[in-house]
């Protein structure tokens, strides 16, 4: 419709005369309609350099005050690329389009969201150069709409999940928090008690929570009982409820975790590295270490009130059974020498050509910790069953991958279970849930191995599903990229290696790690030592594992199968930096 008045004007000079006449006045209602809007558009520096891009009838429009129907259109016909998968399509009509109506707040996260998860590898690593672009959009949102929390919540998540900057995401939902007054309490004020948590500041997170508990408290007082208002209720009633379980979470283990460390002891991870060029860009990064956690359901929490404060004199100890669990990662990073994500001012599609950016992690499994006296199971199947688990039982393939040992009711007749396996077999045989119970204590124990003494068929139920007792130590490290090979040869564009120097960065941050790890490893790593790689120079107060390797081009390049540093051979040693 646009084009075929547009031709109609060409030809009628009499209505291009009209039509002229009509701009002016348009021009003239729309600087009074313009203060009118929640908050004026902001006009980019390069308007007019992008519009002049535009075919005529477009540019024509978007300059006459139909900026907003251009936008539209523009953004159906995105969508349209978007549902075909046609990505690359799509960054040039969002960057018209944040042009065109600068109040848009959809398309600048939108568009971030494309920079930053949607560009990928051939095995869906992100490409990472295009994060400070990402980052920069949104910058810009912010700049065009900075009263609003959408585009800050937008800018904090994405710091949260994908750079896994917790500082900077927290200061972004801060920000969000401020400068508008009707942020929603959920999106904004729960995840910045997630971010200060995570930023290793437990106090900060609690009184976080408790700030929009109360927050929430305040709105469902002022809705309830009017009409129209229900959902308003039921949405702060539910988040209520989430912030008060997510505060006492963060009181309970504020108060355990260091004293389960000061009981515990700290956990020499002793982390060994290696790794090898398998052909050229593809590289191989494997190792092992002491990966402890808190063993599942084995966290003393029953003995604090709401408010996080112990009860009676019999308060928690946190961690009941701790030991070797599946679950965190190692992170592998590999850049051009020096590089450090650049505070992007202004936003473009451009990334340098010669920038390589590969991140990865590394599944850590397979830890075994069974002692003397201790129980633990022969089986097929690696993954034990669920009561097992629950009892820290660790299996084994075959007995001559185990440790030596008895059957459990041979032990059970001997006397040669310890307490910790006296404890185990208690808590496999009568699942604590059954007895509405969460776990059990040493004074439980006595009256449940008569129990079992005296059940023959639970007795032979061990023997079938090859329950044993240890007679000696066995400890197996966890181990880390076995089975994996980095692959960089099929994205050239991607990974161009142009460089002549790169940092390959391998490093364990129990920030990042679930609960159930931070439990027994801290939250900035106040519970593991290391003896080579344990720095605390890296990130102000976290204690991370963090090894940096100095590669070259050749190194990465090369066409043979080459082990570039092995430390428990000695192999590449001066490769390492400070």
Known sequence: MMKNFLDAVRGNPKLAAGAAALLVIQGLLQS???????????????????????????????VSGFRQVIAGL?????DSFFHSGNYDAILPLLRLITWLDPNWLDVYSTGAWHLMYNFTDTDQRSDRRYLPVGLALLNEGIANNSEIYDLYKEKGWNLYDKVRDYDAAAEAYRQGRDVDPKHDINQVEHMYAHCVERSGDPKAAIAAWQDAMAKHKKLIDEA?????????VSRNEQGYKNAQKNCRIMQVREYCRTRDIARLGQVDTNLGVKVTRI???????QGTWNLIGC???QYDDLNFDENGIPKGTNISSGIVLDGPVDGARIDVRLQNAGYKMPDSKEFSFEVPEDLTIMQDALSSRGGRRTLKGSVYTISAN????????????????????????IPAAQALASGQLSPLGQLQLVTYVFPPNTRKRKFYTQADVPALLSEIRGNSAKLDELGKRQVMVALEDKILPSEFGAS????????PKMYSFKADEYDLIISFDPRKSPDFVQDRMGWSGEGMTDKRYLRDDVTKGLRQLYLKLKLTKDDILGTDKKVLFDDSAGIGLDKLQK
């Open 32 to 62: 009074q309609i313009d203060p009118l809007r929640r908050q004026p558009a902001v006009e980019p520096p390069s308007m007019f350099k992008t519009t002049g891009g535009l075919p005529f009838e477009y540019a024509l429009a978007a």
């Open 74 to 78: 523009l953004w159906v016909r995105a």
């Open 224 to 232: 309830k009982g009017k009409a129209g208002q229900e959902d308003v």
């Open 279 to 285: 052909s050229p860009r593809v590289i191989q990064i």
């Open 295 to 297: 063993l599942k359901d």
């Open 382 to 405: 690696l993954t034990a069953d669920p009561n097992m688990e629950r009892a820290g039982i660790y299996a084994y393939k075959d007995a001559s991958k185990g440790p030596k040992g």
């Open 484 to 491: 994996r090979q980095i692959d960089m040869s099929k994205d």
